[in-house]
């Protein structure tokens, strides 16, 4: 696709259910960046991926969330027994992995715990 | 998590108005990056600055890279309506794909 899509836009969930959010960055990037942006916040950084490997997942608040990107390609992340504090657009990005070339940013997926 | 010191917070423009905001952190950063941010949108980017002392402009926008790698500026001349939205910096300190610290914006509006 032209840019980088995400899918769900919108999910409520009650609390306690596990949640699975997807990312389709644009075709040919390497690089791939989840961030969590909490209401009136700016984004924080929860993990990066080059191709299929997951390089960084410093920014994971818990060991409920869990990111994979299996073919270097579509990423999911998915948060396990979701919580109110959960509650937050999840935005996804990506990047060619040339030097100096910035990641473009998906609409994000606004998760409403219940 | 670590953030930027971003202000102002909010500021009303009216049409033709320069505007002007900052960034700060105790930290150096090699990369300051400024995005636009519109309801129900992912960020998008304005402007990206990659040297100590460097200043770029993108249109009626002007960024510069603080000469002490702690502070970054974004100016916008002559305000038109569609600037109203959220503007956020970004430093980064790792390579070119180490992760983005975010500030927690600028939220521009018209004046009533």
């Known amino acids: 696709g032209a840019g980088v899509s995400q899918s769900p836009r919108y999910k409520v969930a009650k609390r306690g259910q596990d949640v699975a959010l997807r990312c389709d960055p644009i075709s040919g990037h390497v690089s791939l960046f989840w961030y969590q942006q909490a209401l009136g916040q700016g984004p924080e950084f929860l993990t990066y991926f080059q191709n299929e490997a997951q390089l960084d997942k410093s920014g994971l608040p818990s060991d409920r969330f869990f990111a994979e990107r299996p073919e270097g390609s579509v990423s999911t992340l998915k948060i396990q027994r979701t919580q109110q504090e959960d509650s937050a657009v999840y935005l996804c990005?990506?990047?060619?992995?040339?030097?100096?070339?910035?990641?473009?940013f998906g609409q994000g997926t606004r998760l409403t715990v219940v | 998590g670590q953030q930027l010191n971003q202000s102002p917070q909010s500021m009303f423009i009216q049409e033709g108005e320069d505007v002007s905001m900052n960034c700060t952190s105790s930290?150096?950063?090699?990369?300051w990056l400024w995005y636009k941010q519109d309801p129900g949108e992912g960020p998008v980017l304005l402007i990206a600055l990659y040297k100590a002392g460097e200043l770029t402009s993108n249109g009626r926008l002007t960024a510069q890279f603080g000469i002490t790698r702690k502070d970054s500026f974004l100016n916008i001349s002559a305000s038109i309506p569609s600037d109203v939205g959220i503007y956020f910096c970004a430093g980064r300190n790792g390579g070119s794909q180490g992760n983005l610290i975010f500030g927690k914006g600028t939220k521009l509006s018209v004046k009533p």
């Open positions: 930290s150096i950063f090699n990369t």
């Open positions: 990005a990506s990047s060619s992995g040339t030097v100096n070339t910035e990641a473009f």
